[in-house]
């Protein structure tokens, strides 16, 4: 009986068995194979809802003659790309978009570059310090715009005062083309500029200590362990830094649009006008513009996807090269 | 700048943003059966001259209503607000502020605001005034203030340039057409007292351009600004006055706040409503003073309107709340606390009006003064069209006429761009 009873049982175990099993292992292959689409769905979730939708959803705009407030359009195809291309004041506008990115993004990673190396060295109150470089940052832009803007007056600006006093004639900040894209990359620099310094800190602090240390045993001095170590070390850092920077320089709005508060922003003769400020002057300035402003919009995208492109063939070009000489 | 006029009086409020008025006591139970707890958003810009306790008194005597005021910093900041608002379909305050010059554009979408016509209200204001606040058959703004234009002059200015200083000899002096106005600045130039006589080119174009009927655009709204020699003669008349006579400070930039201040400039084009930001920008300055005359009799620059959107829920209640905010006795509260000259027939007649002084103004007599420029320019007959794109293009020229103050191009180059820049704007 007992010996007849024992193949009965997993007989019946073997026919409920493999059921069980193929059950549970199904489901723990689809873990496998779908929770990781899972956890990252919420991104993929927001962004197409806050930066796929409108994005297409202004291309089609930019295909429209649209009013904004009855939200009516009628198709005109790319009259209104047509219409941009033919704007002497989108030209300059693209012009001052270069100009100003590469005057405050260039002179911003250098700095950055170089405040991040002091902070990385043996300081005492390292937190403070931290904190002091990120302060900028936290600062209202519009706040930061309203004070610059008062410092760069013409007449009674702070900075005109001082220059007095070393004998530089006053400058015309409002006037003059460069010294008024220098006076707005200088507020961008002022917000940015200790943000990414604590970005590139936190690269170099994951620098091997040892690496240092052997160098240092060879006899390499203070600059040449920076290039020879911290740089090549940094460039995964470097190349963050550089394309979000290259994104937030090639939108900046806040600052040109605030610089002067008469008239419409950019300048009596558009020494500061920007492509933001551009298309926010032709989308809420202009009657049922909103189409050309769309337009405008979806070349700034294009102009930054194109240079985003540039900058990662630039930089995957050189890591090539230190990859083949360092081997 | 047209956009952005009167920017510079919100600086302080700016941080103040939202003012809110709180029901004290909130009374358990409403007072009449039918009634319920409403509270009212009111969107206004710069300084409106609506003070807490002016309000207060609109809940004192309909306790079941509470106004709640935000205050944006700009005209253009409201501008953008409402716009932005309208597209989204909701947002908007119960009450929006509209300033009369991009009126209409607001004017473009009657559907989507309440009419505010009522046996109560009609025959209120001067007819431009009620033409200003309709679209097609509705009535959808009711006017707050007008801007009747003055001259504002530094007494001691004229003292040291030894012309005469009280203002009715100045006003004696500075009446006449605007040749008269830079003959004697070219007086005032002469003597070299450092200062100059006016402001800016673009500010004295702005005296100009509200005193004519169609001056950028014809009345169906085609832009005529290229082509009109009208807009051409002002554009070189103001420039040729500019090179000697003007102070070459931007409207509304900082510098032209320290000019203010430093005595740079000895008269201004002064509406109503600028009072207060001269005395915002010159708090310290004691001989400002306000001559009765202005160049070619009468012109006005700026003035208000309240909308109330549909989007709203409390149409009925808000209507009710306009009509008491734009009535005689709280536009002359508003002109006592702000300048804002009362835009309501009935309000010229009241003592409390005609008896008002500015002690900043060395006690100009500010309440006669601005009704005798009130009715000059109604005496002038000339009722400036502004349509859509009116703002656009007085930006362009006034682009124009700073770069020529500024020393970047010839007047002719600058007005070769000045019509390139227009004829994008179709």
Known sequence: ?327 | MNLSRRTRVGAVLATAATIALIATGCSAGGSSSGDQKVTLTLATFNNFGYTDALLASYHKAHPNITIVQKVAKTSDDAQTNLFTKLAAGNGLSDIEAVDGDWMPKVRQYPQLFTDLASADNKGRYAAYKTAGGTAGTKLIGLGTDVGPEAICYRADLFKAAGLPSDPAAVSKLLTGDWSNYYKVGAQFEAAKTGAAWFDSAGATFQGLANQYKNFFEKDDGTTVATTNPDVKSAFDSVLAASATQSAHLQEWTDDWAGGMAGGKFATMLCPPWMMGVIQGDSPKVTDWNIANAFPNGGGNWGGSYLLVPTQGKHAAEAKAFVDWLTAPDQQISAFKTAGNFPSQLAAYKSSALTGATNAFFSNAPIGTLFTDRAKAFADTGVIPFKGIKYGAIMGAVQNGLTRVEQGQQSAADSWTQVVSDIKALS
């Not at chain 1, 200790?194 to 052997?214: H, K, S, T, V």
């Open chain 1, 1 to 327: 009986m007992t010996t007849s009873s024992l193949p009965t049982a997993p007989a019946a175990a073997s026919e409920r068995s493999p059921r069980r099993i193929a059950f549970s292992s199904r489901l723990s292959r689809w873990d496998l194979k779908l929770s990781p689409y899972l956890y990252i769905s919420p991104f993929f979730i927001l962004f197409a809802l806050v930066g796929l939708f409108p994005l297409v959803y202004t291309g089609y705009i930019a295909l429209l003659k649209f009013d904004p407030i009855l939200h009516t359009g009628t198709f005109v195809g790319f009259d209104n790309f047509v219409w941009v291309f033919q704007q002497r004041q989108f030209w300059i506008a693209l012009r001052n978009t270069l100009t100003i990115f590469l005057l405050s993004a260039v002179p911003q990673i250098v700095v950055a570059l170089a405040i991040a190396a002091v902070l990385d060295s043996n300081l005492k109150a390292k937190t403070f310090w931290r904190m002091g470089v990120l302060l900028p940052y936290i600062v209202m832009p519009v706040a930061v715009a309203l004070i610059f803007s008062k410092l760069f007056s013409d007449d009674y600006g702070l900075v005109n005062h001082l220059l007095s006093f070393i004998g530089i004639a006053p400058i015309h900040w409002h006037t003059d083309t460069i010294p008024a894209q220098i006076a707005i990359a200088t507020m961008v620099n002022f917000r940015w500029t200790g943000y990414n310094a604590l970005i590139l800190l936190a690269g170099m602090q994951a620098i091997p200590r040892d690496l240092y240390e052997q160098a240092s045993i060879d006899g390499a001095g203070r600059f040449r362990r920076f290039f020879s170590i911290t740089i090549p070390q940094l460039r995964p850092t470097l190349i963050f830094v550089i394309i979000t920077a290259t994104i937030g320089g090639l939108q900046i709005f806040d600052e040109p649009q605030l610089y002067d508060t008469g008239g419409l922003a950019g300048g009596s003769n558009q020494q500061w006008l920007t492509l933001t400020v551009y298309l926010h002057n032709v989308g809420w300035f202009q009657d049922g513009s909103f189409g050309r402003a769309a337009a405008v919009a979806w070349l700034l995208f294009l102009l930054i996807v194109l240079i985003g492109l540039i900058n990662l063939a630039v930089t995957r070009r050189i890591s090539n090269n230190e990859n083949r000489r360092t081997s």
